[in-house]
T-cell receptor, first 114, second 113 residues
């Protein structure tokens, strides 16, 4: 069965600093990978997705993620964090088949200090 | 604008009571999903439906029921058999293609009186 691990429960960074959120997955075939962001009391918003091709994918709000098959990782990065980036971030892996069924990690809560 | 509407935003349940959470989408998506979110546990799949009049259990279906009579609607009933229903419930939808992302509603927070 597929699984997703986000090893950092909580991360604090200063505004303007760089950010990297870790995500490791377990899946037998080529995975479909996603990063979502959730503000308190809200639903999830898609930041970016990887299906195939270029292993460095660009998303919204200045985020990017790099797929590394050898490390089974899909880490999310941002060169300069803004205070509005404070939220919870979820990595997810998609299951093959006819429906877009996803398995989510437990999330990383990002706090931004001014 | 196309999207997913969940209602109500807040819901309270008494002991022994069934409650129904509404989820409506106008994205013309075939597949719809219900997740439960608890602090520190991420999202766990309750039920999903790939097509009208068909649905499958997810990882934590016990104490919940769903119906899919219309493409646009996928209501979730939290029954009295669910002993710990306090959580944030999220509805999502997607196309049936496996490489497509899910789109989420803004959630319903259910609490016990």
């Amino acid at each position: 069965a597929q699984s997703v691990t986000q090893p950092d429960i909580h991360i604090t960074v200063s505004e303007g600093a760089s950010l990297e959120l870790r995500c490791n997955y377990s899946y037998g075939a080529t995975p479909y990978l996603f990063w979502y962001v959730q503000s308190p009391g809200q639903g999830l918003q898609l930041l970016l997705k990887y299906f195939s091709g270029d292993t460095l994918v660009q998303g919204i709000k200045g985020f990017e993620a790099e797929f590394k098959r050898s490390q089974s990782s899909f880490n999310l990065r941002k060169p300069s964090v803004h205070w509005s980036d404070a939220a919870e971030y979820f990595c997810a892996v998609g299951e093959g088949g006819t429906a877009s069924k996803l398995t989510f990690g437990t999330g990383t809560r990002l706090q931004v200090t001014l | 604008d196309g999207g997913i509407t969940q209602s109500p935003k807040y819901l309270f349940r008494k002991e022994g009571q069934n409650v129904t959470l509404s989820c409506e989408q106008n994205l013309n998506h075939d597949a719809m999903y219900w997740y439960r979110q608890d602090p520190g546990q991420g999202l766990r799949l309750i039920y999903y439906s790939q097509i009208v009049n068909d649905f499958q259990k997810g990882d934590i279906a016990e104490g919940y029921s769903v119906s899919r009579e219309k493409k646009e609607s996928f209501p979730l009933t939290v029954t009295s058999a669910q002993k710990n229903p306090t959580a944030f419930y999220l509805c999502a939808s997607s196309t049936q293609r496996s490489n497509q992302p899910q789109h989420f509603g803004d959630g319903t927070r259910l609490s016990i009186l």
